[in-house]
């Protein structure tokens, strides 16, 4: 769009900004193989998540945006952080958040794309973490030279950009308290590592899922026996894990039994999520490479909304035990194990969930087999606080100026773990949580990409945004 007002941040520039500064510098960002800790645990000696560092580092000091420091934090034994602060007028602070590390390549990507492999088709960059969330940082910093170039008055900016949130953010707690003085108490708070319904509008989201994410292991045999001697003798690990994963779900529906793992639904988000759905409608579920002939669990799509934001859902994502299928013989396994990703309502204390999941596997094991569930990581969700009058207004007017429509809002199925932690910490602070990862994005899997035009509107939205905090109270630089 380009019916800006005077005190707008240009559109055409952004634009200009984005292909000549950050999508060389991001295409160099998806090349390097930086997996989270979870999948790497070698990081330190790979050296990965420090390239991904200094390359983003370096990136920022050449902006040389004024008044501003950049800084690498490391403590010892833990993932590096990087935090940039920009000094600004008044005693307000902002502060802006994204991560750097990513997710397993998850293998195989279509014919000519790759993980590590920056490729833009059809105004998409593909690669691992260009979406999620490797484009945040470069956003952010591009957003802040914008608000100086316009020579639009901001508050006070901290940037931190962390490595280690696809790994739950175990790190950052720690950051955090280390760099209390330095954060001070934002009265806004900005999170560019979420979901988008489409690519037509500003999506504000206001509500995270939390997780619940650990190994559940059936142990019957100390070591594989032939299966035409065993079977009907042995019970199979496999049959008992079915036993106790209906303790959970009920495998014709997907429902989640224990009633411990689920919340009452504000009316408020119901109404919100009727409002999502009539914008959405089918592309809810149509949007999924879905196989011909397959469905989704339910054709409302107001009833999906509501799955994927708050009720909880299983997901296995992993198993161990088992060989591949051509190197499969007729052995009576010794054991059977899968990684539980188990989704929870916003609301629920994760660790407490985690507690009490372990204590449903592992009691009363059936033909008393070795069961045990190790909980690997988790998170509390997050619940958006009311947006004050302002922050709505801005949010709109962000979105009609820079997308040509209204915004939207979306409770969104995954989670962010550094925004339960920031919620508690500042609960007098405002929230603008949105990012890129829309239709077809697929983080995590494979083809991930990064709708770039959204990226740039994203990008003048937020610096739209942080101008109208600053000015809320009548004064406009």
Aim: proline share 7%.
């Amino acid at each position: 769009m380009n019916n800006q007002t005077s005190s707008a941040i240009d559109a055409t520039d952004i634009a200009s900004f984005w292909d000549r500064e950050i999508l060389p510098a991001l295409s160099r960002y998806i090349e390097i193989p930086n997996q989270s800790p979870l999948y790497d645990p070698e990081w330190r000696t790979n050296g990965h998540l420090q390239n991904a560092v200094e390359l983003i580092r370096d990136w920022i000091e050449k902006q040389q945006i004024a008044e501003s420091r950049v800084a690498v934090f490391e403590g010892e034994g833990r993932t590096p952080l990087i935090m940039l602060e920009v000094d600004g007028e008044g005693e307000e602070t902002v502060l802006l958040y994204g991560h750097l590390d990513k997710q397993p390549p998850m293998e195989p990507w279509a014919e000519g794309l790759g993980p590590w492999t920056p490729v833009v088709r059809d105004g998409k960059l593909y690669g691992r973490g260009g979406a999620d969330d490797g484009y945040a940082a470069f956003a952010a910093v591009a957003a802040i030279k914008a608000l100086q170039q316009s020579r639009l008055s901001h508050p006070r900016l901290v940037l931190i950009i962390e490595a280690c949130e696809e790994s739950g953010s175990y790190d950052l707690p720690y950051y955090v308290d280390l760099c209390a003085a330095r954060i001070g108490t934002p009265g806004l708070v900005v999170c560019l590592d979420s979901g988008c319904g489409n690519y037509e509008q500003l999506w504000a989201t206001t509500s995270l899922r939390g997780s619940v994410v650990g190994n559940l292991t059936i142990r019957v045999l100390k070591e594989g026996v032939h299966s035409g001697d065993a079977s009907g003798i042995v019970p199979s690990s496999f049959r008992i894990l079915r036993i106790i994963l209906d303790r959970l779900e009920d495998s014709a529906t997907g429902d989640i039994r224990p009633e411990w793992l689920s919340v009452e639904i504000p009316q408020n988000r119901i109404e919100e999520t009727r409002k999502t759905a009539k914008i959405l409608g089918d592309a809810v579920f149509t949007h999924f490479p879905f196989i011909e002939g397959m469905r989704a669990v339910s054709d409302k799509p107001e009833d999906l909304l509501l799955n994927r934001s708050w009720r909880p859902a299983l997901s296995i994502t992993g198993q161990g035990g088992m060989p591949e299928l051509a190197q499969s013989g007729n052995v009576l396994r010794p054991l059977t194990a899968v990684k539980i990703s188990l989704r929870v309502p916003p609301t629920l204390d994760a660790d407490e969930a985690g507690k009490k999941l372990k204590s449903l596997f592992e009691s009363d094991p059936p033909y008393g087999a070795e069961v045990t569930f190790e909980y690997e990581k988790g998170g509390t969700g997050w619940d958006a606080p009311p947006p004050q009058p302002w922050l709505e207004k801005s949010i709109n007017e962000a979105s009609n100026l820079y997308f040509g429509k209204p915004a939207a809002y979306l409770g969104e199925g995954g989670s962010i773990p550094f925004m339960g932690m920031l919620g508690a910490r500042f609960p007098e602070a405002q929230f603008l949580i949105t990012g890129v990862l829309g239709p077809n994005s697929n983080a995590h899997g494979p083809n991930e990409f990064l709708h770039l035009q959204m990226g740039k509107n994203i990008t003048a939205c937020i610096g739209r945004v942080i101008s109208d905090f600053h000015s809320r109270n009548g004064k406009r630089g």
